[in-house]
């Protein structure tokens, strides 16, 4: 992709956010964090094969410390993103990153704030920002911009903050867990322009809490991907039937809880593989929403040495 990189990448972001005062236990806990949109707008300096990106997204920033004066943060956001400029056979085939349009946007920002004012403050610090479409249409290497970034934050309300403390925190929850979740999808491969395959996946897991931030597990997931016939076939592999388009695999479970949501971090290993080209390891990261005490949905990315293989759209019953 270096054939695509032409300069550095100015971006300019305007954000709304809203600090919370600790009305729920959970924002107790996780030291009173703020809650965000912003809209992003990206110079990918590359006007003939990249043009521009934007995102809208929602985030998070958790506080390190609570100083007056100066603070520490980190902020995790997931939205919508829009590239200008595609790959295209005919029009712009140098385009080897990305295949769509429409693409998710994840961030990651590592920052500080400094109150300089009652109302003002200065912010800045590092971050890393992801677009991808997960494999929904190929190429998908993806476009990966690290970031220094600074800015200015005023603040519209003069009155006091007033951050409420419960005495008392809930029972920590100590029982076992165990879900079932269906999930399902499309994907691409090479080359670009060829047809969507369907993939699913069933996955159980027994899930322990550690804290009230966090759940472990182990989990059995059995991988359904129309696109192993067509990969084993172009490479003359043998071919036996829907079987080998299955892989039942084990994997290790994280989770970290935030309300109704959950972040997830899964690391497993396929038992049986027809197709070997992507190795043994797969690991899995993303969202779930509770609906209630039993249903929730949820979507994550399932990847290979770090590169997407796709995405689940799952809804699940827990127990």
Same mark, same amino acid.
């Given at each position: 992709?270096?054939?695509?990189?032409?300069? =550095? $990448?100015?971006?300019?972001?305007?954000?709304?956010?809203?600090?919370?005062?600790?009305?729920?236990?959970?924002?107790?806990?996780?030291?009173?964090?703020?809650?965000? !949109?912003?809209?992003?707008?990206?110079?990918?300096?590359?006007?003939?094969?990249?043009?521009? *990106?934007? #995102?809208?997204?929602?985030?998070?920033?958790?506080?390190?410390?609570?100083?007056?004066?100066?603070?520490? !943060?980190?902020?995790?956001?997931?939205? #919508?993103?829009?590239?200008?400029?595609?790959?295209?056979?005919?029009?712009?085939?140098?385009?080897?990153?990305?295949?769509?349009?429409?693409?998710?946007?994840?961030?990651? &920002?590592?920052?500080?704030?400094?109150?300089?004012?009652?109302?003002?403050?200065?912010?800045?610090?590092?971050?890393? &920002? =992801?677009?991808?479409?997960?494999?929904? $249409?190929?190429?998908?290497?993806?476009?990966?911009?690290?970031?220094?970034?600074?800015? *200015?934050?005023?603040?519209?309300?003069?009155?006091?903050?007033?951050?409420?403390?419960?005495?008392? *925190?809930?029972?920590?929850?100590?029982?076992?867990?165990?879900?079932?979740?269906?999930?399902?999808?499309?994907?691409?491969?090479?080359?670009?322009?060829?047809?969507?395959?369907?993939?699913?996946?069933?996955?159980?897991?027994?899930?322990?809490?550690?804290?009230?931030?966090?759940?472990?597990?182990?989990?059995?997931?059995?991988?359904?991907?129309?696109?192993?016939?067509? @990969?084993?076939?172009?490479?003359?592999?043998?071919?036996?039937?829907?079987? #080998?388009?299955?892989?039942?695999?084990?994997?290790?479970?994280?989770?970290?809880?935030?309300?109704?949501?959950?972040?997830?971090?899964?690391?497993?290993?396929?038992? !049986? $593989?027809?197709?070997?080209?992507?190795?043994?390891?797969?690991?899995?990261?993303?969202?779930?929403?509770?609906?209630?005490?039993?249903?929730?949905?949820?979507?994550?990315? @399932? $990847? =290979?040495?770090? @590169?997407?293989?796709?995405?689940?759209?799952?809804?699940?019953?827990?127990?």
């Amino acid at each position: 992709m270096g054939h695509l990189v032409r300069g =550095h $990448t100015p971006a300019y972001e305007i954000t709304v956010s809203k600090q919370t005062f600790g009305d729920k236990y959970w924002q107790q806990h996780y030291k009173y964090p703020v809650i965000g !949109y912003s809209f992003i707008f990206i110079d990918l300096r590359n006007n003939d094969q990249l043009g521009s *990106a934007f #995102a809208i997204y929602p985030h998070i920033s958790f506080p390190q410390n609570r100083q007056r004066k100066f603070m520490r !943060y980190f902020k995790i956001g997931c939205g #919508a993103g829009y590239i200008t400029k595609v790959f295209d056979r005919i029009e712009n085939n140098k385009n080897n990153a990305i295949g769509s349009h429409i693409n998710v946007f994840i961030s990651f &920002m590592y920052g500080f704030k400094w109150n300089v004012h009652r109302n003002l403050s200065i912010d800045g610090g590092l971050s890393f &920002m =992801h677009f991808s479409n997960a494999s929904f $249409t190929a190429p998908n290497l993806g476009i990966n911009i690290p970031t220094l970034q600074l800015g *200015a934050t005023w603040k519209f309300n003069d009155g006091k903050e007033i951050y409420k403390k419960d005495s008392i *925190a809930p029972p920590r929850e100590r029982k076992w867990h165990y879900s079932v979740i269906l999930s399902g999808g499309l994907k691409e491969i090479s080359p670009a322009g060829g047809a969507k395959y369907g993939i699913g996946s069933l996955n159980a897991e027994v899930i322990k809490p550690v804290s009230r931030k966090s759940r472990i597990g182990l989990g059995l997931d059995i991988f359904y991907d129309a696109s192993i016939e067509k @990969k084993l076939k172009s490479n003359s592999a043998d071919y036996s039937g829907i079987f #080998a388009t299955v892989r039942p695999g084990l994997h290790f479970h994280y989770e970290l809880k935030i309300s109704e949501f959950s972040m997830l971090f899964d690391v497993g290993s396929y038992l !049986y $593989t027809r197709w070997k080209e992507d190795g043994y390891i797969y690991a899995r990261t993303g969202v779930r929403y509770r609906i209630n005490k039993n249903w929730l949905v949820g979507v994550s990315l @399932k $990847t =290979h040495k770090f @590169k997407a293989d796709f995405a689940e759209w799952g809804i699940g019953y827990e127990f």
